[in-house]
């Protein structure tokens, strides 16, 4: 594969993957790569899901991307399965069976296949076919779906189930798994089940009859499954919201986070409405722009509710101003942030990690941001309820840094915990607590640790009112110009940020089987190729290196200590700029020189082939020097 | 041992919850001198006393510029919310939906209202936020010293003799347009019309709008501009003489039948309409829109209730089916769904 990939050929020509990868012709089992090339707006979403899932339900784990355009229907798509039983089912670049489906994009997909590829060929694209190297199956989809759905509005819908019996037979997957997988993926749609069913019995029944057993790859039962759940993480971030106590979640639409708006909606009004009267404990509001989404979360989080948006990156360059309000007038907010390129519409469909410098100093002025940066879903559910809650504690905005990868694509995830503790509601004084005190001063650090007490509107008590202006103020939040009360405060904010530091999510490592002096630093998505790399560069080459994630900025004890005890340390970016680099190293001059940066930024997800061909040309120009 | 009685003291006066108007005041403004702000400010603190309202229970919301100050001249006792410039509308918004039972009052001037948030205040006005949202008009940018707004009629200068070339933006029609159920226009210095329209405002349930054609005393204040004092005194032209009857109190015998047209609003209080002069009827929105076209052909600036729906229709809160307790108030129980929920989730997404 390489149009799809993004790769040029030159790039492709000194890709290690084939290197490390077995001989071709030794029969790999619960190890290959399932590619789906088809036309958006056909409906293969639900064939692909289905084949995807009989996968799992063998207990065999998978990783799903779908690569699609930012366009309705009709421009090419890709649905891409990694089976891996090692776990490593993060994106691969190579593909051992494809699925051509698509006109549109047949003749570049076949072109970039590696040679011997297996191939499910729509028979009315075979003209596209111009190379020999390939073990091809052509099949006869259009006679194949006459026979089965004789409505032709419903063919090109059902025609995709077909391919998915032929993909099952090809791959051995059983059948009966296929069926259950139907029957859930259509479970709204009790008309449509037998109907998918019977679609991919003829794709299966002709597989048989004209496909002879290959024994390139297969799929064989595991029990590697078990438990685990199959879900976007824009869903679980919702969940997450909705078990953090959200109370105004409003939004405005873009890709990649709509579909965590819409999740969430579903969810609250099943399980977030009063049971007794049926009213809503929440308020959904669709903004008319970001700046209004952001407004009515700072409002909302003002007047004492836990809010919180979720955009991408041309929405937090729009909630720049509001966000400083945010962190200077100390009001508890949360951003997620599901990442795509940019700068500009950049590519909306395609994944990055380009926000993070911006999203941690978003505003004008001195400014800087608590972020929170799952890696799966389970994070992406656990760190909505800790963003909700640190937003409290600590009275301000807190993000957290998820991206399209993550947000829109299925992933195989451990489940889901009940939370342990109870809301964090901050330090909010009531009437009764204010009689208890003789001064209440809004911005005055009282505890030590640079959060002040808050008090909410309506408050009855003649102590509480305090007027919020993002204008100079002092510690009792009245109006000020003097350069005392100025410094005095973002000083103190400085301090709160420091606090914040002890608060968030640890960074976790994983040391090498071997002593080294090398680290190397992944965050949220890279989590995954990363480690697939350090595994495959320790059996393939010796090469031994200490593992951490980050999981917040700014950057716990241990996260700075982790690099200081690493002679080197390779951070792996999803952008050009080497933005959380740039962070550590601007607050962490003394271990600056030590940060080497692996970056990718061509829009694709991550895969552990980029990291290891980065890692050992920079450890080579390592040896080269004394 | 004594036996004398105290001596006798006036008491001041307090409204029906038995504050005196003082405990709705505010610090002191640092306004210019004979801003028209301020009297505006004055009028707020005289309705919100009259209308009993709970000096603690007030939202004060504003965005940026002159006018954005003043939310810090009234209601000492509650919370007040100098934003962001032009976001006062989404932010109270936001601020009404965690807490409905605060009495939300925004005020904002014609920059943050008719510029640059022109988007967000119409979409409050759609979403029928129930906000008190005054619009201190100035048609000019006071904080910066004096740049043109957008709501500057066309043809009027600044000091420096620069001309506006542009049509204004009329807040009042936009409003109506936006389907806006309460919608007035005022002048600072008309002291009687004007509280009577901020009281009314204050019992109408929905987005009320209150443009009040405010002078710049400092910058917009000359022969050349339509929002001097001058301009204001010449041709203001008052649809009614009102009055605002609170629930509870008898309608006021001088209003002549004939002459007096009632609206009653949702808390039973009533808006009693006086006719000088004209037939005008409130409740009709193409009368509404029509006479604002008249009256920025004619040049004439007409002052009263331009218009008032005869059905109120649901406010935010109730499209949004809220629960009675405010958000902001309620218990984690109701926050946070059972830890089996959880179990329930995993397994759907097995």
Redesign the interface.
């Known amino acids: 594969m390489d149009d799809h990939l993004g790769l040029s050929s030159q790039q492709q020509a000194t890709l290690p993957v084939g290197a490390i990868a077995e001989e071709r012709n030794v029969p790999r089992v619960n190890d290959l790569v399932i590619c789906v090339a088809t036309s958006n707006g056909t409906g293969s979403i639900s064939a692909n899901l289905v084949l995807a899932r009989s996968i799992l339900q063998m207990g065999v784990p998978i990783g799903t991307k779908n690569l699609f355009p930012s366009n309705i229907q009709g421009l090419p798509t890709w649905f891409t399965i990694r089976v891996n039983e090692q776990g490593w089912v993060a994106n691969r670049r190579d593909v051992d069976l494809f699925v051509a489906m698509n006109r549109e994009s047949v003749f570049e997909d076949l072109a970039g296949l590696r040679p011997g590829t297996l191939v499910v060929l729509n028979a009315e694209l075979a003209d596209a076919l111009q190379r020999d190297d390939l073990i091809v199956y052509t099949v006869p989809f259009t006679q194949l779906v006459g026979d089965v759905c004789p409505e032709p509005k419903l063919r090109r819908l059902v025609v995709n189930m077909i391919y998915v019996g032929v993909v099952a037979v090809v791959l051995g997957i059983e059948l009966e798994e296929v069926e259950a997988a139907i029957e859930k993926q259509f479970a709204q749609k009790p008309k449509a089940i037998e109907l998918n069913k019977s679609a991919a019995r003829a794709g299966a029944q002709w597989a048989r009859e004209h496909i002879p057993p290959q024994d390139f790859v297969r799929i064989e039962r595991r029990n590697l499954t078990t438990?685990?759940?199959?879900?976007e993480g824009n869903?679980a971030s919702a969940?997450g919201l909705?078990?953090?106590?959200?109370?105004?979640f409003?939004w405005y639409p873009i890709t990649p986070s709509s579909s965590l708006a819409e999740a969430l909606t579903d969810l609250m009004a099943t399980?977030?409405r009063?049971p007794v009267?049926?009213?809503?404990?929440?308020?959904i509001?669709q903004?008319?722009?970001e700046?209004?989404?952001?407004?009515?979360?700072?409002?909302?989080?003002?007047?004492?509710?836990?809010?919180a948006t979720a955009t991408s990156g041309p929405g937090i360059s729009l909630m720049a101003?509001?966000a400083g309000?945010s962190y200077f007038t100390e009001i508890p907010a949360v951003i997620i942030d599901v990442q795509r390129v940019g700068p500009s519409t950049g590519l909306p469909t395609r994944t990055s990690q380009g926000d993070m410098l911006k999203a941690y100093h978003l505003s004008h002025g001195d400014c800087k941001h608590v972020l929170l940066i799952p890696a799966n879903p389970k994070e992406a559910f656990e760190f909505s309820m800790t963003a909700l809650d640190l937003a409290q504690r600590l009275q301000t905005l807190v993000f957290v840094m998820s991206d399209l990868d993550l947000g829109m694509n299925y992933w195989l995830s451990d489940?889901?915990?009940?939370?342990t503790q109870?809301?964090d509601r901050g330090k909010v004084l009531t009437a009764e607590e204010l009689d208890q005190i003789t001064e209440f001063a809004r911005y005055r650090d009282v505890d030590g640790d640079a959060i002040p007490y808050r008090?909410?509107?309506?408050?009855?008590?003649?102590r509480?009112?305090?007027?919020?202006?993002?204008?100079g103020h002092d510690d009792r939040a009245k109006?000020s110009e003097k350069p005392e009360d100025w410094a005095g405060n973002l000083e103190r904010l400085a301090r709160k940020h420091e606090t914040a530091r002890t608060l968030v999510p640890e960074s976790l490592v994983e040391l090498a089987t071997k002593p080294t002096r090398v680290g190397v630093i992944a965050y949220g998505t890279s989590d995954l190729p990363t480690r697939e790399a350090l595994a495959r560069l320790a059996t393939a080459h010796e090469w031994h290196a200490d593992y951490l994630r980050l999981r917040a900025l700014p950057a716990t004890a241990k996260t700075v200590e982790f690099i200081e005890q690493h002679d080197r340390v390779y951070l792996v970016e999803q952008n050009r700029d080497a933005q959380v680099a740039a962070i550590l190293r601007a607050e962490h001059p003394h271990i600056a020189s030590r940060i080497r940066s692996i970056l990718h930024f061509n829009g694709q997800p991550l895969d552990a082939a980029t990291v290891i061909e980065q890692l050992l040309t920079l450890e080579e120009s390592e040896e080269e020097q004394p | 041992m004594s036996t004398q009685q105290p001596a006798p003291t006036r008491s001041p006066a307090t409204n029906r919850i038995g504050y005196e108007q003082n405990v709705y005041k505010g610090a002191t403004s640092t306004l210019c001198a004979g801003c028209g702000h301020d009297s505006i400010t004055a009028q707020l603190v005289r309705a919100l006393w009259e209308c009993n309202v709970d000096p603690y229970g007030i939202a004060k919301m504003s965005g940026i510029g002159c006018s954005s100050k003043t939310t810090a001249y009234f209601a000492s006792l509650s919370h007040g919310f100098n934003g962001v410039h032009g976001r006062a509308a989404a932010i109270a918004t936001g601020s009404f939906v965690a807490n409905r039972k605060l009495l939300h009052v925004a005020v904002s001037g014609d920059g943050d209202t008719a510029s640059i948030g022109l988007g967000n205040f119409l979409h409050m006005v759609r979403r029928n936020v129930p906000i008190v949202y005054v619009i201190e008009n100035n048609g000019v940018y006071g904080l910066t010293k004096g740049q043109f707004s957008a709501t500057a009629d066309k043809g009027s200068t600044l000091k420096d003799g620069l001309r506006n070339d542009l049509e204004p933006v009329d807040c009042c029609a936009l409003a109506i347009e936006m389907g806006c159920e309460y919608v007035a226009r005022s002048f600072s210095g008309d002291v009687k019309q004007l509280v009577a329209l901020l009281k009314g405002a204050i019992a109408h349930r929905g987005t009320a709008v209150i443009d009040v054609v405010s002078p710049c005393v400092t910058f917009n204040n000359h022969e050349g501009s339509t929002k001097s004092l001058k301009f204001a005194r010449e041709h203001e032209e008052p649809l009614h003489e009102i009055g605002f009857v609170p629930y509870y109190e008898e309608i006021r015998v001088d209003y002549e039948p004939g002459t007096v047209q009632e609206i009653i609003l949702h808390d039973g209080s009533r808006l009693v309409l006086k006719k000088l002069g004209n037939d005008y009827d409130p409740t009709s929105r193409e009368a509404a829109l029509v006479l604002l076209e008249q009256a920025r052909r004619e040049k004439h600036f007409i002052t009263g209730l331009i218009y008032r729906a005869p059905e109120p229709s649901p406010a935010f809160d109730e499209q949004l089916e809220l629960v009675e307790t405010p958000l902001a108030h309620l218990p984690d129980e109701f926050l946070r769904p059972n830890p089996e929920v959880v179990e329930q989730l995993n397994q759907l997404w097995r």
């Open positions: 438990n685990k759940i199959f879900v869903t969940a909705m078990f953090g106590g959200i109370q105004v409003a399980w977030r009063d009267t049926g009213k809503a404990t929440y308020a509001i903004a008319e722009d700046l209004a989404a952001m407004g009515m979360v700072v409002g909302a989080g003002w007047a004492g509710a836990r809010a101003e509001l309000l489940p889901l915990e009940p939370p109870p809301l008090t909410l509107p309506g408050t009855r008590h003649p509480a009112p305090f007027f919020t202006q993002g204008a109006r």
